[in-house]
T-cell receptor, first 109, second 115 residues
Framework: DAKTTQPNSMESNEEEPVHLPCNHS???????IHWYRQLPSQGPEYVIH???SNVNNRMASLAIAEDRKSSTLILHRATLRDAAVYYC??????????FGKGTKLSVKP | KAGVTQTPRYLIKTRGQQVTLSCSPI?????VSWYQQTPGQGLQFLFE???????NKGNFPGRFSGRQFSNSRSEMNVSTLELGDSALYLC??????????????FGPGTRLTVL
């Protein structure tokens, strides 16, 4: 079963920032938090990952709470192409990614 | 670099038949993982192969099996198909090392329909 919880859906306006929250209260101290997204009719794609510190890359930023029980994926300026299901993921005991239901992000022009 | 490729992209089978799906990982990647995606259960891990050996396995019945070849290409097989096996089957490849971060790269999936 998924170890993370996310809102089922969120809406954003184009060109505005989006904050996608995730709770992962059972995460161990050495596990990364991973974010992937799945665009319509495509396989998931990597967005970002982090351990303790906030992380930035060309796609997004990841803000991790000090107690590591939650994190927020930040898209600084949402575009229509960012409409997707965003998954916040922990690794299972076997090293596999455990996907929850994710957050379906809709972006309005 | 070419991405992960999966063949075929679409497949229609009938109950009781068997099916083989193929996945070609990114060049240099030694790990291949398989996932099943359905509307009800979401994305679920099937198994992972690394250097021709099954390294990890999810909670699926024995009808689901896989293998990996020396060139890292992988196949998964489902025998005695059931209606509930209708799903998108996704393959993901990664470098597979045990240290550092292993980003998984997913293919477009094979859409299997069982009638």
């Amino acid at each position: 079963d998924a170890k993370t919880t996310q809102p089922n859906s969120m809406e954003s306006n184009e060109e505005e920032p989006v904050h996608l929250p995730c709770n992962h209260s059972t995460i161990s101290g050495t596990d990364y938090i991973h974010w992937y997204r799945q665009l319509p009719s495509q396989g998931p794609e990597y967005v970002i990952h982090g351990l303790t510190s906030n992380v930035n890359n060309r796609m997004a930023s990841l803000a991790i709470a000090e107690d590591r029980k939650s994190s927020t994926l930040i898209l600084h300026r949402a575009t229509l192409r960012d409409a997707a299901v965003y998954y916040c993921i922990e690794r299972g005991s076997q090293g596999n990614l455990i996907f929850g239901k994710g957050t379906k992000l809709s972006v309005k022009p | 670099k070419a991405g992960v490729t999966q063949t075929p992209r679409y497949l229609i089978k009938t109950r009781g038949q068997q099916v083989t799906l193929s996945c070609s990982p990114i060049s240099g990647h030694r790990s291949v993982s398989w996932y099943q995606q359905t509307p009800g259960q979401g994305l679920q891990f099937l198994f992972e192969y690394f250097s021709e050996t099954q390294r990890n396995k999810g909670n699926f019945p024995g009808r689901f099996s896989g293998r990996q070849f020396s060139n890292s290409r992988s196949e998964m097989n489902v025998s005695t198909l059931e209606l509930g096996d209708s799903a998108l089957y996704l393959c993901a490849s990664s470098l597979g090392g045990t240290s550092g971060y292993n980003e998984q790269f997913f293919g477009p999936g094979t859409r299997l329909t069982v009638l």
